[in-house]
């Protein structure tokens, strides 16, 4: 079964940086859609950046300049690296992938169909 598993989260400084993971299996990469949504208490779930099979990505605005996605084929990971974070950060961040071959980078939730439990990021000061 396809499974997603999320690391890395913490608590940092209001200008900290962290770097999310994410493990996969079940699936291949190279044939994959993923990408990180967040979700903060009383707010919808929102992407935060997506990216496709042939490693094409698209950012939310909120995060174009800070955050950077990136996957480690070898080790079937995902990546999230966040810099600079600001108080409007803090959320459970999650990963997802769509297995299917004609997918395409998106920031839509209705796009992606395995999750993973998510990981929690706090941003004090």
């Known amino acids: 079964q396809v499974q997603l598993v999320e690391s890395g989260g913490g608590s940092v400084q209001t200008g900290g940086s962290l770097r999310l993971s994410c493990a996969a299996s079940?699936?291949?990469?190279?044939?994959?859609?993923m990408g990180w949504f967040r979700q903060a208490p009383g707010k919808e779930r929102e992407g935060v950046v997506g990216?496709?099979?042939?490693?094409?990505?698209r950012y939310a605005d909120s995060v174009k300049g800070r955050f950077t996605i990136s996957r480690d084929y070898a080790k079937n990971t995902l990546y999230l690296q966040m810099n600079n974070l600001q108080p409007d950060d803090p959320a459970m961040y999650s990963c997802?992938?769509?297995?299917?071959?004609?997918?395409?980078?998106?920031?839509?939730?209705?796009?992606?169909?395995?999750w993973g439990q998510g990981t929690q990021v706090t941003v004090s000061s």
């Open positions: 997802a992938a769509e297995a299917k071959s004609y997918c395409s980078t998106s920031l839509e939730v209705g796009a992606f169909g395995d």
């Open positions: 079940g699936y291949t990469y190279s044939g994959a859609c």
């Open positions: 990216i496709d099979r042939y490693d094409t990505t």
